[in-house]
Protein backbone atom coordinates (compact mmCIF):
# COMPACT_ATOMS: atom_id res chain seq x y z
CA UNK A 1 0.00 0.00 0.00
CA UNK A 2 2.75 2.32 0.64
CA UNK A 3 4.52 1.69 -2.51
CA UNK A 4 1.20 2.27 -4.57
CA UNK A 5 0.85 5.62 -2.45
CA UNK A 6 5.20 6.15 -3.77
CA UNK A 7 4.40 5.45 -7.44
CA UNK A 8 0.95 7.92 -7.24
CA UNK A 9 2.96 10.46 -5.54
CA UNK A 10 5.75 10.50 -8.56
CA UNK A 11 3.20 10.13 -11.02
CA UNK A 12 1.46 13.28 -10.05
CA UNK A 13 4.43 15.17 -9.56
CA UNK A 14 6.19 14.43 -13.45
CA UNK A 15 2.47 14.99 -14.70
CA UNK A 16 2.11 18.43 -12.77
CA UNK A 17 5.86 19.24 -13.56
CA UNK A 18 4.82 18.13 -17.53
CA UNK A 19 1.95 20.38 -17.45
CA UNK A 20 4.13 23.56 -15.72
CA UNK A 21 7.49 22.79 -18.91
CA UNK A 22 4.61 23.09 -21.39
CA UNK A 23 2.58 26.21 -19.83
CA UNK A 24 6.27 27.73 -20.05
CA UNK A 25 6.85 26.72 -23.38
CA UNK A 26 3.92 28.42 -24.84
CA UNK A 27 4.44 31.36 -22.95
CA UNK A 28 8.07 31.83 -23.89
CA UNK A 29 6.61 30.86 -27.71
CA UNK A 30 3.87 33.19 -27.46
CA UNK A 31 6.47 35.96 -26.24
CA UNK A 32 8.26 35.29 -29.21
CA UNK A 33 5.45 35.68 -31.77
CA UNK A 34 4.59 38.41 -30.17
CA UNK A 35 7.57 40.32 -30.22
CA UNK A 36 8.82 39.68 -33.47
CA UNK A 37 5.08 39.08 -35.41
CA UNK A 38 2.97 41.35 -33.09
CA UNK A 39 0.55 38.76 -32.41
CA UNK A 40 -0.05 35.66 -29.83
CA UNK A 41 0.35 32.04 -30.12
CA UNK A 42 -3.02 31.55 -31.00
CA UNK A 43 -2.98 34.43 -33.30
CA UNK A 44 -0.08 32.80 -35.35
CA UNK A 45 -1.16 29.48 -35.50
CA UNK A 46 -4.89 31.22 -37.58
CA UNK A 47 -2.33 32.94 -39.44
CA UNK A 48 -0.15 30.26 -40.46
CA UNK A 49 -3.41 28.07 -41.47
CA UNK A 50 -5.16 30.62 -43.45
CA UNK A 51 -2.01 31.10 -45.19
CA UNK A 52 -1.72 27.05 -46.10
CA UNK A 53 -5.58 27.27 -47.27
CA UNK A 54 -4.44 30.60 -49.20
CA UNK A 55 -1.84 28.07 -50.89
CA UNK A 56 -4.58 25.65 -52.16
CA UNK A 57 -6.28 28.50 -53.70
CA UNK A 58 -3.29 30.10 -55.49
CA UNK A 59 -2.48 29.06 -59.22
CA UNK A 60 0.33 27.43 -60.38
CA UNK A 61 3.03 29.40 -61.56
CA UNK A 62 4.33 28.91 -64.82
CA UNK A 63 7.82 29.45 -66.36
CA UNK A 64 8.96 33.22 -67.63
CA UNK A 65 10.83 32.95 -70.83
CA UNK A 66 8.59 34.71 -72.95
CA UNK A 67 11.35 37.75 -73.85
CA UNK A 68 13.84 34.98 -74.74
CA UNK A 69 11.41 32.80 -76.97
CA UNK A 70 9.18 35.57 -78.50
CA UNK A 71 11.65 36.97 -80.65
CA UNK A 72 12.71 33.57 -81.84
CA UNK A 73 9.00 32.92 -82.56
CA UNK A 74 7.94 36.29 -84.35
CA UNK A 75 11.35 36.26 -86.37
CA UNK A 76 10.31 32.25 -87.88
CA UNK A 77 6.78 32.50 -88.10
CA UNK A 78 5.98 36.43 -88.30
CA UNK A 79 2.53 35.27 -89.80
CA UNK A 80 1.46 33.16 -86.39
CA UNK A 81 3.25 35.13 -83.89
CA UNK A 82 3.19 34.33 -80.61
CA UNK A 83 0.33 35.95 -78.98
CA UNK A 84 -2.00 33.49 -81.39
CA UNK A 85 0.16 30.25 -79.75
CA UNK A 86 -1.01 31.56 -76.76
CA UNK A 87 -4.28 31.89 -77.73
CA UNK A 88 -4.07 28.42 -79.39
CA UNK A 89 -2.78 26.96 -76.13
CA UNK A 90 -5.36 28.85 -73.95
CA UNK A 91 -7.99 27.65 -75.67
CA UNK A 92 -6.86 24.19 -76.55
CA UNK A 93 -7.02 23.87 -72.64
CA UNK A 94 -10.65 24.67 -72.40
CA UNK A 95 -11.52 22.40 -75.15
CA UNK A 96 -9.62 18.89 -73.99
CA UNK A 97 -11.17 19.73 -70.79
CA UNK A 98 -14.49 20.25 -71.92
CA UNK A 99 -13.73 16.84 -74.32
CA UNK A 100 -12.67 14.85 -71.26
CA UNK A 101 -15.79 15.93 -69.32
CA UNK A 102 -17.97 15.29 -72.38
CA UNK A 103 -16.41 12.12 -73.10
CA UNK A 104 -17.23 12.53 -77.03
CA UNK A 105 -15.01 11.59 -79.86
CA UNK A 106 -11.70 13.34 -79.70
CA UNK A 107 -12.22 14.55 -83.15
CA UNK A 108 -14.04 16.90 -82.54
CA UNK A 109 -10.76 19.18 -81.17
CA UNK A 110 -9.89 21.84 -83.64
CA UNK A 111 -5.98 22.31 -83.94
CA UNK A 112 -5.27 18.70 -82.95
CA UNK A 113 -2.90 16.45 -84.11
CA UNK A 114 -3.40 12.44 -84.86
CA UNK A 115 -1.46 11.69 -81.87
CA UNK A 116 -3.17 14.54 -79.95
CA UNK A 117 -6.52 13.01 -80.82
CA UNK A 118 -5.84 9.59 -79.73
CA UNK A 119 -4.38 10.39 -76.32
CA UNK A 120 -7.42 12.22 -75.19
CA UNK A 121 -9.64 9.08 -76.84
CA UNK A 122 -7.37 6.93 -74.67
CA UNK A 123 -7.94 8.78 -71.63
CA UNK A 124 -11.84 9.17 -71.87
CA UNK A 125 -11.70 5.56 -72.57
CA UNK A 126 -9.62 4.74 -69.57
CA UNK A 127 -12.12 7.11 -67.76
CA UNK A 128 -15.06 4.89 -69.34
CA UNK A 129 -13.66 1.85 -68.39
CA UNK A 130 -13.82 2.79 -64.50
CA UNK A 131 -17.15 4.01 -64.47
CA UNK A 132 -16.49 7.13 -63.70
CA UNK A 133 -17.49 11.03 -65.11
CA UNK A 134 -14.51 13.85 -64.57
CA UNK A 135 -16.24 17.31 -64.43
CA UNK A 136 -14.50 20.59 -64.50
CA UNK A 137 -16.58 23.47 -63.60
CA UNK A 138 -15.80 27.09 -64.23
CA UNK A 139 -12.81 26.68 -65.81
CA UNK A 140 -10.77 29.50 -65.84
CA UNK A 141 -6.85 29.86 -67.26
CA UNK A 142 -4.89 31.64 -64.92
CA UNK A 143 -1.31 32.26 -67.07
CA UNK A 144 0.35 30.39 -69.86
CA UNK A 145 4.14 30.42 -70.08
CA UNK A 146 6.21 29.23 -73.05
CA UNK A 147 8.94 26.41 -71.77
CA UNK A 148 11.06 25.89 -74.64
CA UNK A 149 10.95 26.32 -78.84
CA UNK A 150 13.20 24.89 -81.43
CA UNK A 151 12.82 24.32 -85.05
CA UNK A 152 14.61 23.01 -87.65
CA UNK A 153 14.40 22.05 -91.25
CA UNK A 154 11.68 19.80 -90.64
CA UNK A 155 9.12 20.40 -87.57
CA UNK A 156 8.99 23.21 -84.82
CA UNK A 157 7.95 23.00 -81.34
CA UNK A 158 7.18 25.14 -78.95
CA UNK A 159 6.19 23.66 -75.63
CA UNK A 160 3.84 25.69 -73.38
CA UNK A 161 2.46 25.17 -69.57
CA UNK A 162 -0.73 26.67 -68.52
CA UNK A 163 -1.65 27.23 -64.99
CA UNK A 164 -5.98 26.18 -65.28
CA UNK A 165 -8.45 26.74 -61.99
CA UNK A 166 -11.84 24.32 -62.02
CA UNK A 167 -14.34 23.29 -59.69
CA UNK A 168 -12.94 19.70 -60.82
CA UNK A 169 -14.46 16.76 -59.05
CA UNK A 170 -14.84 12.70 -59.82
CA UNK A 171 -18.46 11.09 -59.90
CA UNK A 172 -19.23 7.62 -60.37
CA UNK A 173 -22.69 6.01 -60.74
CA UNK A 174 -24.04 9.68 -59.65
CA UNK A 175 -22.06 9.43 -56.54
CA UNK A 176 -18.90 12.28 -56.00
CA UNK A 177 -15.70 10.00 -55.32
CA UNK A 178 -13.06 12.84 -55.47
CA UNK A 179 -12.60 16.59 -55.55
CA UNK A 180 -15.06 19.13 -54.66
CA UNK A 181 -18.32 20.99 -56.25
CA UNK A 182 -17.44 24.22 -54.18
CA UNK A 183 -13.93 24.60 -53.96
CA UNK A 184 -11.74 25.22 -57.25
CA UNK A 185 -8.76 23.16 -58.13
CA UNK A 186 -5.32 24.42 -59.32
CA UNK A 187 -3.82 22.21 -62.55
CA UNK A 188 -0.83 22.88 -64.44
CA UNK A 189 -0.55 21.71 -67.87
CA UNK A 190 2.00 20.93 -70.54
CA UNK A 191 0.70 21.73 -74.35
CA UNK A 192 3.39 20.98 -77.13
CA UNK A 193 2.57 23.19 -80.41
CA UNK A 194 3.52 21.42 -83.78
CA UNK A 195 4.24 22.99 -86.82
CA UNK A 196 4.60 21.19 -90.46
CA UNK A 197 4.70 22.44 -93.84
CA UNK A 198 1.83 20.63 -95.02
CA UNK A 199 -0.13 18.00 -93.10
CA UNK A 200 -2.35 15.35 -94.88
CA UNK A 201 -4.09 13.10 -92.44
CA UNK A 202 -3.72 9.50 -93.57
CA UNK A 203 -5.44 6.19 -91.24
CA UNK A 204 -2.39 5.28 -89.95
CA UNK A 205 -0.48 8.48 -89.06
CA UNK A 206 0.56 11.70 -89.99
CA UNK A 207 2.61 12.42 -93.61
CA UNK A 208 4.05 15.17 -94.55
CA UNK A 209 4.17 17.52 -97.54
CA UNK A 210 6.34 20.63 -98.29
CA UNK A 211 6.64 21.45 -101.84
CA UNK A 212 6.22 25.23 -103.76
CA UNK A 213 2.85 25.46 -104.94
CA UNK A 214 4.40 27.12 -108.09
CA UNK A 215 7.16 24.86 -109.42
CA UNK A 216 6.77 21.64 -106.86
CA UNK A 217 10.35 22.22 -105.65
CA UNK A 218 10.77 20.96 -101.80
CA UNK A 219 10.63 23.80 -99.25
CA UNK A 220 13.83 23.27 -97.54
CA UNK A 221 12.94 24.82 -94.47
CA UNK A 222 9.98 25.33 -91.97
CA UNK A 223 8.67 28.79 -91.95
CA UNK A 224 10.20 29.64 -95.17
CA UNK A 225 8.79 32.84 -97.31
CA UNK A 226 10.02 32.21 -101.27
CA UNK A 227 11.02 29.21 -102.96
CA UNK A 228 14.44 28.93 -103.28
CA UNK A 229 13.98 27.20 -106.62
CA UNK A 230 11.84 29.84 -108.74
CA UNK A 231 11.54 32.39 -106.36
CA UNK A 232 7.58 32.18 -105.87
CA UNK A 233 6.63 33.28 -102.21
CA UNK A 234 5.13 30.45 -99.81
CA UNK A 235 1.96 31.52 -98.28
CA UNK A 236 1.29 28.95 -95.01
CA UNK A 237 -2.02 28.16 -93.94
CA UNK A 238 -1.02 28.71 -90.79
CA UNK A 239 -4.16 27.12 -88.68
CA UNK A 240 -3.36 23.66 -90.21
CA UNK A 241 0.39 23.74 -89.94
CA UNK A 242 0.76 24.58 -86.18
CA UNK A 243 -1.34 21.96 -84.09
CA UNK A 244 -1.54 20.97 -80.68
CA UNK A 245 0.80 17.92 -80.35
CA UNK A 246 0.58 16.49 -77.09
CA UNK A 247 -1.50 17.38 -73.90
CA UNK A 248 0.05 16.62 -69.97
CA UNK A 249 -1.24 17.37 -66.86
CA UNK A 250 2.29 18.43 -64.57
CA UNK A 251 -0.16 19.04 -61.46
Not at 29 to 43: C, K
Not at 118 to 132: A, F, H, L, P, W
Request: charged share 25%; proline share 4%; with cysteine.
Amino acid sequence: MNIFIVFAAIFSALALAIVILVLVIKNKVSNITRNYLGMGLSDTAKLLSDGLADECRLPYSVPKLTPLYKPKIERDFPEMGYDRMESMVRNGVIDILNTLESGENADVLSHSSVRLRDQVNGIIRDVRSKGEKPHYDDIKIHNVGIESYRSDQNTALAVFQAAAESRYYVTKNGHMVSGSREKPTQHLFSLTLAHNQNISEERDGIYLEANCPNCGAPIPSVGAKECHYCGSGVLHAVDKIWQIDSFRLLK
